[in-house]
Nanobody, 123 residues
Framework: VQLQASGGGLVQAGGSLRLSCAGS????????LGWFRQAPGKEREFVAA????????SYTDAVKGRFTVPRDDAEKVMYLQMNSLEPEDTAGYYC?????????????????WGQGTQVTVSS
């Protein structure tokens, strides 16, 4: 599945952004989907994921209570709603798809990746 991420930008600390990840195939609903981020000089890290049917979600501790990861399979899109943003959230954000019935937080489990969208949070 091809993915395209969008919605990044510059926001002040405490603000909100919503990222979108659009899929290209009618089988979009068969994939578990995830968001990862990579800050300059750091490794790519897991942020959040949602199962193929939307029944399960997972978040890294740093974003729990601030980020949510809904999906709309009719529109073939996944979102990352980011609230109460902090300067530490500044990174390139990447969406990914995993043809699996479970959700994973490991990068190498994901089969397809979108290009990144930059999020910059100013203090």
């Amino acid at each position: 599945v091809q993915l395209q991420a969008s919605g990044g930008g510059l926001v002040q600390a405490g603000g909100s952004l919503r990222l979108s990840c659009a899929g290209s195939e009618r089988t979009f609903s068969n994939y578990a989907l995830g968001w990862f981020r990579q800050a300059p000089g750091k490794e790519r890290e897991f942020v959040a994921a949602i199962s193929w049917n939307g029944g399960m979600t997972s978040y890294t501790d740093a974003v729990k209570g601030r980020f949510t990861v809904p999906r709309d399979d009719a529109e073939k899109v996944m979102y990352l709603q980011m609230n109460s943003l902090e300067p530490e959230d500044t990174a390139g954000y990447y969406c990914a798809a995993d043809y699996s019935s479970v959700i994973e937080d490991r990068i190498n489990e994901y089969d397809s990746w979108g290009q990144g969208t930059q999020v910059t949070v100013s203090s």
